[in-house]
């Protein structure tokens, strides 16, 4: 299978743990998304990166939030002191345009992280 | 900036008959438009896009979508449901104004139910 791959897919941490996820894109695929869905909504934009820029952020990404994708290839999402608010899927995209500017690409989407906070 | 809206939460329909899942949009610069599919802890797969040209888009499955842009709508249809097409659709919006960035903002998703 050659798709976006997310590790892990599930986890369960208690409130005030350091979680961290990891996301790998479809081969050769420059740009990366995370996305945040909560049970019952659309997922939500968090912060997207062109190699290993990272170009955009939301304003739901907090100071305790961290995303990095060191080499241009795969991203990791770090949350600190986690909450019982931050759980939620958490959900890596990618396309492959190659040209910078508005991408009419299509994301294509891992299965997802399910990360829950007791 | 940009904003999705799924009126309906649910729609249910017979297997054979036509389904229909409504989306409209807000964008300050013309609309990129994307419809997703979610099945039961699965991940978001990708069924259709408008981007430019003819209003009608085909994709995935049987899917297709129409562009309007007077209604700022773009409908999901199939002619002819299956059970299996019982899921959580997405719409989602780009805004195509490069200063929008790359983001797509999505609507709260529609549950379709196909009964046999």
């Known amino acids: 299978d050659t798709g976006v791959s997310q590790d892990p897919r599930h986890k369960i941490t208690k409130r005030g743990q350091n979680v961290t996820f990891r996301c790998d894109p479809i081969?050769?695929?420059?740009?990366l998304y995370w996305y945040r869905q909560t049970l019952g909504q659309g997922p939500e934009f968090l912060t997207y990166?062109?190699?290993?820029?990272?170009?955009?952020k939301s304003r739901l990404l907090s100071d305790r939030f961290s995303a990095e994708r060191p080499k241009g290839s795969f991203s990791t999402l770090e949350i600190q002191r986690t909450e019982q608010g931050d759980s939620a899927m958490y959900l890596c995209?990618?396309?492959?345009?190659?040209?910078?500017?508005?991408?009419?690409?299509?994301?294509?989407f891992g299965p997802g992280t399910r990360l829950t906070v007791l | 900036a940009q904003s999705v809206a799924q009126p309906e939460d649910q729609v249910n329909v017979a297997e054979g008959n036509p389904l229909t899942v409504k989306c409209t949009y807000s964008?300050?610069?013309?609309?990129?438009l994307f419809w997703y599919v979610q099945y039961p802890n699965r991940g978001l797969q990708f069924l259709l896009k408008?981007?430019?040209?003819?209003?009608l888009v085909k994709g995935s499955y049987g899917f297709e979508a129409e562009f309007n842009k007077s209604q700022t709508s773009f409908h999901l249809k199939k002619p002819s449901a299956l059970v299996s097409d019982s899921a959580l659709y997405f719409c989602?919006?780009?805004?195509?104004?490069?200063?929008?960035?790359?983001?797509?903002?999505f609507g709260g998703g529609t549950r379709v139910l196909v009964k046999p």
């Open positions: 995209a990618s396309s492959p345009s190659a040209t910078s500017g508005v991408s009419t690409d299509t994301q294509y």
């Open positions: 081969s050769e695929h420059n740009r």
């Open positions: 990166f062109q190699n290993e820029a990272q170009l955009e």
């Open positions: 964008v300050s610069g013309n609309p990129y």
């Open positions: 408008y981007i430019t040209g003819d209003n």
């Open positions: 989602a919006v780009r805004d195509a104004t490069k200063a929008a960035g790359n983001k797509l903002t």
